[in-house]
C-alpha cells in the first residue's frame, strides 16, 4: 500500500491542528482505518463533522505499521523535492513488499516481570523494561507454557508502558501482553492458553472482543477486563465517544452476564474510557 502526497498532507495538518473537517478527508478506506484503530474519532455538531486526533502515537506505529514511514515530515519533503529520486524516496518510506513481508509483519509483546517463552524451540526471557516491547515476526513460531494468561492489549500505549499497570493485574499467573492486530488473531486461533482482552472502557471495546477475538478463540476460557471501579472510572470518562460509539454499535449485546451488565452502564452513564486512562493511575482496584 503506497501513501499519497496529498493524505500524508492531509495526516500532517491533522497533527499540526489537532482536528481537521471530515469534508477535507477524502480516502475512506483509511479514515475507517483510523477510526478502528483509536487513532482518530469523528466529532458531530450540528451538520459539521470534524477529525480528531485522540493518539499520536499510534499513528505514527500505524503510518510505520501499514506504510513504512518512520518520519512524516521527512516523506513528505521527498516527495516535494523534485531532485529526489524515486530510490531515494523508498528509502523514508519503505513501502516495498520486501518491507510488510519480512519486517512490519508480527506480534509485539511485553511483560512487567520475566517469563520464559519458546520461539523457535529455544527458551528465551521476556521481561520489556518501560516504554519498550518485543517484535516477534510473524513466520516465528510461539510456545507459551499452558499456565501463562495471554493478555490481548488494545492501545500501543499501554502495551510499551504494562509495567506502569501491573497494580490492575491481581491474577497470580504469569502474564504475556500482546499488541492487538491481526497476528495475534492469527495467534488466537491456535493457542489454548486462557484469555483476557484489555481494552478501551466502551462500546468499541466491547464490540472487538465480541466479534473480533471471541470468534477467533479455540476454547471458552476468556474474559474482558473490567477494573473493581469501573462504575466510578466512568464518571470521568466523556460522552462524545459515547454516543459516535452508539450510532456505531446501537444493538450490541452480550451473553455473560458481567459483560451485560457493563453494556447497560455504558448506556446508563453514557461514557466512554480509553484504557490510557489506566496508565499510572494507581487507583483502589
Not at 247 to 266: E, G
Amino acid at each position: 500500500m503506497k501513501l499519497t502526497l496529498s493524505l500524508a498532507k492531509k495526516i500532517s495538518k491533522l497533527v499540526e491542528e489537532k482536528s481537521l473537517n471530515n469534508s477535507e478527508f477524502k480516502n475512506t478506506k483509511v479514515l475507517k482505518e483510523l477510526i478502528d484503530y483509536g487513532i482518530i474519532h469523528l466529532q458531530v455538531k450540528g451538520q459539521k463533522t470534524k477529525i480528531l486526533l485522540l493518539s499520536l502515537s499510534k499513528l505514527e506505529l500505524y503510518l510505520y505499521q501499514v506504510y513504512g514511514i518512520e518520519s512524516l515530515d521527512n516523506f513528505i519533503n521527498e516527495a516535494l523535492n523534485p531532485l529526489k529520486s524515486r530510490a531515494g524516496i523508498s528509502q523514508v518510506s519503505s513501502d516495498t513488499k520486501n518491507f510488510h513481508t519480512e519486517v512490519q509483519a508480527g506480534m509485539y509483546l511485553a511483560s512487567y516481570e520475566a517469563i520464559n517463552i519458546d520461539i523457535n524451540g529455544t527458551n528465551y526471557l521476556l521481561n520489556t523494561p518501560y516504554m519498550s516491547t518485543f517484535f516477534l515476526h510473524k513466520n516465528a513460531k510461539l510456545k507459551l507454557h499452558k499456565d501463562i494468561l495471554v493478555v490481548g492489549v488494545e492501545n500501543f500505549e499501554n502495551l510499551s508502558s504494562i509495567s506502569k499497570q501491573a497494580y490492575l493485574f491481581k491474577d497470580s499467573r504469569k502474564k504475556v501482553f500482546i499488541y492487538r492486530n491481526k497476528y495475534l488473531r492469527e495467534f488466537l486461533s491456535s493457542c489454548f492458553n486462557d484469555y483476557l482482552h484489555f481494552g478501551d472502557f466502551d462500546l468499541a471495546g466491547v464490540n472487538i472482543y465480541l466479534n473480533e477475538i471471541v470468534p477467533r478463540l479455540p476454547h471458552e476460557r476468556h474474559n474482558f477486563f473490567l477494573p473493581n471501579n469501573i462504575s466510578e472510572l466512568l464518571d470521568k470518562a466523556n460522552a462524545q465517544d459515547y454516543f459516535l460509539h452508539l450510532k456505531r454499535f446501537p444493538n450490541l449485546k452480550a451473553k455473560a452476564p458481567y459483560l451485560k451488565d457493563f453494556i447497560a452502564l455504558l448506556h446508563q452513564k453514557k461514557r466512554s474510557l480509553h484504557q490510557e486512562f489506566l496508565i499510572n493511575k494507581s487507583f483502589n482496584l
